[in-house]
């Protein structure tokens, strides 16, 4: 190697990696949103480490830690989405620390994909198959329970501020 990085395609557009100024830029205007990801991700990820220690896995049972785990960070997400994006005005570092960051370590597709593949085995392939199919209904179903519960709390606290 010579020091000299090799691209196929650009990542960016305006960003050229093989000269050197550029590779620099994106250190100075991304690199602190990196350490916040990796803290917020720290967090996250002790979180669901202190809720799978209060209900450790069985082997050949329903892996409810990161069945909760997962419905919940989506549930989250999509109440601070809502929140970030239409009612506050945040630091620029807010949404990738808590967004990316805390419940991206918090939730686990990896952890999911290895449970489920630990479950398809003689006498649990039936759960393998709910824990596979619930986790995902459940997932996605939260993220709209976390979007529409928000905006009701968020009108229903609108209305009450504009009649007094």
Known sequence: M?????????????????????????????????VTIAFGGG??????????????????????ATFFTNVLGCLL???????????WTVHRLTRPFLGIGV????????TYAVETRALLQPGTVG?????????????????VAGVSATRTVLRTNAAREEAD
């Open 77 to 87: 997400i999509g109440m601070l989405t809502v929140l970030i994006t239409e009612r």
């Open 2 to 34: 010579n020091g000299e990085v090799e691209l196929e395609a650009p990542i960016d557009s305006d960003v050229d990696l093989r000269v050197g100024a550029q590779r620099r830029e994106l250190v100075r205007r991304h690199g602190s949103v990196l």
């Open 103 to 110: 419940l991206g370590g918090f939730t686990t597709f990896s």
């Open 43 to 64: 967090f996250g990820a002790l979180a669901r480490y202190w809720l799978t220690q209060a209900l450790p896995p069985r082997h050949d049972q329903f892996p409810w």
């Open 127 to 143: 759960v393998a198959f709910t824990y596979l199919a619930g986790t995902f209904v459940c997932a996605m179903l939260a993220v």
